[in-house]
Each structure stands twice: as C-alpha cells, then as structure tokens.
C-alpha cells in the first residue's frame, strides 16, 4: 500500500509541528526508580505490542503486559509513529505502575525532521522517552566505538542528535537518541544502567522476548490467521 504524497505531506507538517515541541532536557526525579521498554511483532494486521518494566538499579521486574491491537498505517520509512505510536501509548495507559523513564526499539531525535517514535511518543504523552535503535536511520559518525562502554556522537545536519554506543563484544552498536525531556548524556546513562551482557538494554530485549512469545503464542491459537 502506497499512501498519497499529498497525505504524506500532511503527516510530514504534523511531524514538524510535534518536533517544535521537543524538550531535550532533564524533567524526571532522580533516582529513576522504573524504566518500562516497548516493543513491538507483528501477526497480519494486529500488532502486539509489549512493555517490560524493571526497577532500577537491579533491574528486577515490576511488570509486564501485552496489547493486542489492529493497526492500518502501512509500514513508511520516517513515518514509523503513525504505525506504532498508538498501540505503544494504549498499552502505556493500561501499565499499572507508572514508569519514570520510556525506552522504545526506535529513533528520538536521531531522525530527518527530529521526531523519530521515541520523540513522537514522549510529546503526546509528555513522558521522558528514550530511542534505542539497531540500524541508523540517518546521520553520520566517525569510527565507532571499540571497547564495550565507549559511545562516539552521531551527527545529523550539524546537530549532535545520539551516540553510536557499543554495548556488547563482537555485536555492531546501538544507536541512542533523546526523545523528549531528556538528554543525551542522561539517555546514555540509563541505557548503560540497563546493559546486562547483550546487545540491548534489558527493558527492550525484555520487551521483545515477550512480543515474540505472545505472537507465537496467538499463532498456537491461530486466532488471527
């Protein structure tokens, strides 16, 4: 399915209104006691959405919950909120403790007009949010990192938008950007908090572990094939 420019047009000022809306800065107590991670799989036209909570600094569960929800917004590069943001804010409004911090599988600022899913989601829900992504969506860097630990910024059109963080041996970086009230070394922080031996901070691998087990589970059912 290919969406109309004109409605992409649309979609794109609606981006650029919410990105003037963006607060890089620290609006959260510390300590940050709970950090919930969002992910998402994909059965048909539902999308599963999953959210780990853990507390921080033993990262020990506080809860975990899936959503199930249809969605219609085909999947478009740079316009990945309009697709995921829905289902990733019911689901935050159905946690029962409250978490202090957001971290989405997603882009913040790293993004070409500055509103990547962490971003979108963190100023509808005027929540501190955190994008950890795997693939670069856009920007550049140097050389990356080589000791587990070490992050080097990511620049796009001038701007320090993240860092390329190395957090495992023998894996390629992650990619972290601030979404919405937060900074970027505050960001970095956070998910080195959360780094246990993988790739991804344990709220997302976490998270995706669980969206993956509700959609094979639902498959087991073929409730939805």
């Given at each position: 399915?290919?969406?109309?420019?004109?409605?992409?047009?649309?979609?794109?000022?609606?981006?650029?209104?919410?990105?003037?809306?963006?607060?890089?800065?620290?609006?959260?107590?510390?300590?940050?006691?709970?950090?919930?991670?969002?992910?998402?799989?994909?059965?048909?036209?539902?999308?599963?959405?999953?959210?780990?909570?853990?507390?921080?600094p033993t990262l020990?569960?506080?809860?975990?919950?899936?959503?199930?929800?249809?969605?219609?917004?085909?999947?478009?590069?740079?316009?990945?909120?309009?697709?995921?943001?829905?289902?990733?804010?019911?689901?935050?409004?159905?946690?029962?403790?409250?978490?202090?911090?957001?971290?989405?599988?997603?882009?913040?600022?790293?993004?070409?007009?500055?509103?990547?899913?962490?971003?979108?989601?963190?100023?509808?829900?005027?929540?501190?949010t955190i994008g950890?992504?795997?693939?670069?969506?856009?920007?550049?860097?140097?050389?990356?990192?080589?000791?587990?630990?070490?992050?080097?910024?990511?620049?796009?059109?001038?701007?320090?938008?993240?860092?390329?963080?190395?957090?495992?041996?023998?894996?390629?970086?992650?990619?972290?950007?601030?979404?919405?009230?937060?900074?970027?070394?505050?960001?970095?922080?956070?998910?080195?908090?959360?780094?246990?031996?993988?790739?991804?901070?344990?709220?997302?691998?976490?998270?995706?572990?669980?969206?993956?087990?509700?959609r094979r589970r639902?498959?087991?059912?073929?409730?939805?094939?």
């Open positions: 399915m290919k969406a109309p420019q004109h409605y992409l047009n649309r979609l794109r000022k609606q981006q650029l209104r919410l990105a003037s809306r963006v607060v890089i800065a620290d609006h959260f107590e510390r300590p940050v006691r709970v950090v919930a991670g969002f992910d998402l799989a994909y059965l048909n036209d539902h999308a599963i959405a999953a959210a780990v909570s853990l507390r921080l020990e569960l506080v809860e975990r919950k899936t959503l199930l929800e249809e969605v219609s917004f085909p999947y478009i590069p740079t316009f990945l909120a309009f697709r995921e943001a829905p289902p990733i804010i019911n689901l935050l409004r159905r946690l029962e403790v409250e978490p202090d911090i957001i971290m989405l599988d997603a882009h913040g600022i790293a993004h070409p007009v500055h509103l990547g899913c962490a971003s979108h989601v963190g100023v509808l829900v005027e929540k501190p950890v992504a795997k693939r670069l969506l856009c920007g550049e860097y140097g050389q990356e990192p080589e000791r587990v630990g070490e992050w080097v910024p990511l620049t796009y059109e001038g701007r320090v938008v993240g860092a390329v963080f190395k957090s495992r041996e023998g894996c390629r970086p992650i990619f972290i950007s601030p979404g919405h009230m937060i900074t970027l070394k505050s960001s970095i922080q956070i998910v080195r908090d959360c780094i246990r031996g993988h790739r991804l901070p344990e709220p997302l691998r976490l998270a995706h572990q669980l969206a993956v087990m509700e639902l498959l087991g059912g073929r409730a939805y094939l």
